[in-house]
C-alpha cells in the first residue's frame, strides 16, 4: 500500500459538504445509451465554464450528462468505431464555482479523510466503509488518484483535480459487467486527465 501521510486533521463543514459532492460518482449506476448515441464533440456546460471531452476512442453520452445548479456529471463510453478499445464507462463529476480550493489541503489531508470509516462510507456504492479498501492513494502532479476496491463496484480507479477553479472527479470502470484490469483502469483515468487538460 503506498498511502501519503496521513497526518492532518478531518474535514468538517463547508469542505465535507464538497467530499460528499466528490464521491457521487461512486453511486453512479447509470450505463451509457446505445453506442449510436455517443458524441465526439466535447460536453460544454455550466454556460461554458468547462468542457469535458474522452480521451481516444471515448466519447460523450449527450443523453446521460446532467447539469443540476452549479454541478454537472457527464458518462463517457467507448465510440462506435473505437476499434481495440477497451469497454468502459467513465465518469466525469464537476463541482461548483470555487470548489477546487479544497485541494489546498493537501494530499496528506486527502488521504486522511479517504481511508477514514467515514471517508471510506461516503466513498462506497452502499454506504458502508467495510466495503471499501483504499488501495492505493498517490499525488500526480496538482491531481490526486485514488485506487479503491469496492465490493458493489468491484477495483477501480479515480481521480480528483482542480479545473478551472472547479473540483473535478474522474472515475474509470469496466462496462458491460466486465472489470477493468488495474492497469487499464489508471491509464483510463490519467488519459482523461490529460484530455481534461488539453480540452479546458
Same mark, same amino acid.
Given at each position: 500500500m503506498n498511502l501519503l501521510a496521513t497526518q492532518?486533521?478531518?474535514?468538517?463543514?463547508?469542505?465535507?459538504?464538497?467530499?460528499?459532492?466528490?464521491t457521487l460518482p461512486a453511486c453512479q449506476t447509470t450505463a451509457v445509451s446505445?453506442?449510436?448515441s455517443l458524441s465526439r464533440q466535447p460536453a460544454t456546460l455550466l454556460d461554458g465554464a468547462i468542457r469535458v471531452a474522452g480521451p481516444h476512442g471515448y466519447c460523450v453520452d449527450p443523453a446521460a450528462t446532467r447539469e443540476l445548479g452549479d454541478t454537472a456529471v457527464v458518462l463517457l463510453g467507448r465510440c462506435k468505431d473505437a476499434l481495440g478499445v477497451t469497454p468502459a464507462l467513465l465518469t466525469v463529476a464537476v463541482g461548483p464555482t470555487a470548489s477546487s480550493g479544497v485541494l489546498a489541503a493537501g494530499g496528506a489531508a486527502?488521504?486522511?479523510?479517504?481511508?477514514?470509516?467515514?471517508? +471510506? #462510507?461516503?466513498?462506497s456504492r452502499m454506504g458502508r466503509a467495510g466495503d471499501v479498501a483504499v488501495v492505493e492513494a498517490v499525488g500526480v502532479g496538482d491531481a490526486y488518484l485514488l485506487h479503491l476496491?469496492? +465490493? #458493489?463496484?468491484?477495483?477501480y480507479w479515480r481521480a480528483v483535480v482542480g479545473l478551472n477553479g472547479r473540483l473535478v472527479t474522474i472515475s474509470a470502470n469496466g462496462a458491460q459487467g466486465t472489470p477493468l484490469a488495474q492497469s487499464e483502469g489508471r491509464i483510463l483515468v490519467d488519459s482523461t486527465l490529460a484530455a481534461l487538460r488539453r480540452t479546458n
Open positions: 492532518l486533521p478531518r474535514f468538517s463543514g463547508p469542505i465535507f459538504g464538497l467530499f460528499v459532492f466528490l446505445t453506442q449510436v486527502l488521504t486522511t479523510y479517504f481511508t477514514s470509516s467515514e471517508g +471510506r #462510507a461516503t466513498l476496491q469496492d +465490493r #458493489a463496484a468491484g477495483d
